[in-house]
C-alpha cells in the first residue's frame, strides 16, 4: 500500500514563507512525477507544481518566481519552498505521485492558511 505523507504547512502573515515536504512509502512502481496541488474553498483542486524523474519542473502561473518544487528520487520525497506567499495561496494543499503505469497516489492534505 502507497502512502503519501505531508508536513509543513501552517500559518503564516502574508509575504512570509513556508515549506513542504512529502514522502512516499510502499510500492509505488517507479515514479515519473511527483508534485503539489491545492485546493480552496468552493474551488477546484489545481496543480501547483511538478517536477519529473528528470528534475523538468512545471509551475502555474500564479506562483512562478515564488515557489520552487525539488525532488530527492532516492527517498521518494518531494518538497515545495513557498515564499512572498500571498493570501489568496490559502488553501490545503495535496502531494501527488504518478508512476510510469499512469497510477496515481495522494497524501492526505496539509493546511496552509495566509494571513493579510
Known amino acids: 500500500q502507497v502512502q503519501l505523507v505531508e508536513s509543513g504547512g501552517g500559518l503564516v502573515q502574508a509575504g512570509g514563507s513556508l515549506g513542504l515536504s512529502c514522502a512516499a512509502s510502499?510500492?509505488?512502481?517507479?515514479?515519473?512525477?511527483m508534485g503539489w496541488y491545492r485546493q480552496a474553498p468552493g474551488k477546484q483542486r489545481e496543480l501547483v507544481a511538478m517536477?519529473?524523474?528528470?528534475?523538468?519542473?512545471n509551475y502555474a502561473d500564479s506562483v512562478k518566481g515564488r515557489f520552487t518544487i525539488s525532488r530527492d528520487n532516492a527517498k521518494k520525497a518531494v518538497y515545495l519552498q513557498m515564499n512572498s506567499l500571498k493570501p489568496e495561496d490559502t488553501a490545503v494543499y495535496y502531494c501527488?505521485?504518478?508512476?510510469?503505469?499512469?497510477?496515481?497516489?495522494w497524501g492526505q492534505g496539509t493546511q496552509v492558511t495566509v494571513s493579510s
Open positions: 501527488n505521485l504518478e508512476n510510469f503505469y499512469g497510477r496515481a497516489y
Open positions: 517536477i519529473t524523474i528528470a528534475g523538468n519542473t
Open positions: 510502499g510500492n509505488s512502481g517507479i515514479i515519473n512525477t
